[in-house]
T-cell receptor, first 112, second 118 residues
Framework: GDSVTQMEGPVTLSEEAFLTINCTYT??????LFWYVQYPGEGLQLLLK???ADDKGSNKGFEATYRKETTSFHLEKGSVQVSDSAVYFC???????????WGAGTKLIIKP | NAGVTQTPKFQVLKTGQSMTLQCAQD?????MSWYRQDPGMGLRLIHY???????DQGEVPNGYNVSRSTTEDFPLRLLSAAPSQTSVYFC?????????????????FGPGTRLTVT
């Protein structure tokens, strides 16, 4: 079945560093891809999404490009801030049965 | 708009007790779902609903019941709590039911319920 694999965390960076969180997927159809973020003590919220190959999602300085040839949707940010410390989840939509398939999450820690 | 609300925020149960986790949304969303979140395992879908009166099982439905009598409410019932059900539970909703995420519909999450079963 469909699946999502994320790099294991925690990822620890200094403020203003460049961020990459890897996400790869396997899917039989043409899923939409998502990044959700969970700040401490809160529920998840959508960070960005891409619905077809070569689409780039972006929000709050974060970007991710839907790469069908490498089945990847890596999250990037050029200069992270302490406020970006959170858990980041990659997910894909399985339109055949109304479900989202989730990665395990990557905890990001930004030190001042 | 309150968005998605969940109660209670925290709950401690003894093994064998039953309880209901409440979830409500005021966005007129058709699709609602319950997830549990365990360390290192991401989110796992328990049950979901594509509209009032319609529910279906997700990945880990055993030990849980749901009903959807109105568009707004989607309660999750634990029938006989077990320590393996210790987790954080999230309710979520989204607008579309045509491929949930039908081309990429955003899911809105509640703040979560932290449940401990002793």
């Amino acid at each position: 079945g469909d699946s999502v694999t994320q790099m294991e965390g925690p990822v620890t960076l200094s403020e203003e560093a460049f961020l990459t969180i890897n996400c790869t997927y396997t899917a039989t159809g043409y899923p939409s891809l998502f990044w959700y973020v969970q700040y401490p003590g809160e529920g998840l919220q959508l960070l960005l999404k891409a619905t077809k190959a070569d689409d780039k999602g972006s929000n709050k300085g974060f970007e991710a490009t839907y790469r069908k040839e490498t089945t990847s949707f890596h999250l990037e940010k050029g200069s992270v801030q302490v406020s970006d410390s959170a858990v980041y989840f990659c997910a894909l939509s399985d339109d055949s049965n109304y479900q989202l398939i989730w990665g395990a999450g990557t905890k990001l820690i930004i030190k001042p | 708009n309150a968005g998605v609300t969940q109660t209670p925020k925290f709950q401690v149960l003894k093994t064998g007790q039953s309880m209901t986790l409440q979830c409500a949304q005021d966005m007129n969303h058709e699709y609602m779902s319950w997830y549990r979140q365990d360390p290192g395992m991401g989110l796992r879908l328990i049950h979901y609903s594509v509209g009032a009166g319609i529910t279906d099982q997700g990945e880990v439905p055993n030990g849980y019941n749901v009903s959807r009598s109105t568009t707004e409410d989607f309660p999750l019932r634990l029938l006989s709590a077990a320590p393996s059900q210790t987790s954080v539970y999230f309710c979520a909703s989204s607008y579309s039911i045509s491929g949930p995420l039908g081309g990429g519909d955003e899911q809105y999450f509640g703040p979560g319920t932290r449940l401990t079963v002793t």
